[in-house]
């Protein structure tokens, strides 16, 4: 009964490697985000949708690509990946596409890069 | 620059003292809120505050609000061990998107 889920937990990958992480949330949210955190702890917005719409693309690489099968479904695709890109990728929902609604958080992916 | 500046960044307590943290930010704001991250974990929601408010409780969490100095302080009292984490605040800015900013957060260790 996970509210946000998030596959893999754990990712290790060389440089140059294409990989994928999904997002689920079971809270009938619309709106679904892409988080991503530095070893200093700072969390920066990457994606934001809503309703399977991007609404929120901040300057992010096009490396990286969101994809939205569905409202309750919000996956990253990354291309060709960096040593920068170690990090941990959160996925967020909320429940209406309104200015700074409570965002509900998945567990996390750690993404290493070798 | 962020938005949010969370002060101190570290802050080492004893069980059942009160812990206190402020945060800074730069642009007027609809809402402020507070989210715990405990080691290894997501971030978990523990308060919002809207901009024309001055205090809200919820259990033993205390924030103010105080949008002339735009800032705002998470007070959590009696402490206890499991309150260890880092506390962020996020804002969400005036006639901004949906995004919430954070900032870098504060690293509270409560001792038993």
């Known amino acids: 009964d996970t509210a946000v889920s998030q596959t893999p937990k754990y990712l290790v990958t060389q440089m140059g490697n294409d990989k994928s992480i999904k997002c689920e949330q079971n809270?009938?949210?619309?709106?679904m985000y892409w988080y991503k955190q530095d070893s200093k702890k700072f969390l920066k917005i990457m994606f934001s949708?809503?309703?399977?719409?991007?609404?929120i693309n901040e300057t992010v690489p096009n490396r990286f690509s969101p994809k939205s099968p569905d409202k309750a479904h919000l996956n990253l695709h990354i291309n060709s990946l960096e040593l920068g890109d170690s990090a941990v990728y959160f996925c967020?929902?909320?429940?209406?596409?309104?200015?700074?609604?409570?965002?509900?958080f998945g567990p996390g992916t750690r993404l290493l890069v070798l | 620059s962020q938005q949010g500046e969370e002060d101190p960044q570290a802050l080492s307590i004893q069980e059942g003292e009160n812990a206190t943290m402020n945060c800074s930010y730069k642009?007027?704001?609809?809402?402020l809120q507070w989210y715990r991250q405990n080691s290894g974990r997501g971030l978990v929601h523990l308060i919002l505050?809207?901009?024309?408010?001055r205090e809200k409780h919820s259990g033993r969490l205390r924030v103010t609000l105080d949008t002339s100095k735009k800032s705002s302080s998470l007070l959590i009292t009696a402490s206890r061990a499991a309150d260890t984490a880092s506390y962020f605040c996020?804002?969400?800015?005036?006639?901004?998107?949906?995004?919430?900013?954070f900032g870098k957060g504060t690293k509270l260790t409560v001792n038993p």
């Open positions: 505050i809207r901009s024309n408010e």
């Open positions: 642009t007027s704001i609809n809402n």
């Open positions: 949708y809503n309703n399977k719409e991007l609404i």
């Open positions: 996020a804002t969400a800015l005036q006639g901004g998107s949906e995004k919430l900013v």
């Open positions: 967020a929902s909320s429940q209406i596409r309104l200015r700074g609604e409570t965002q509900y």
């Open positions: 809270l009938g949210h619309d709106t």
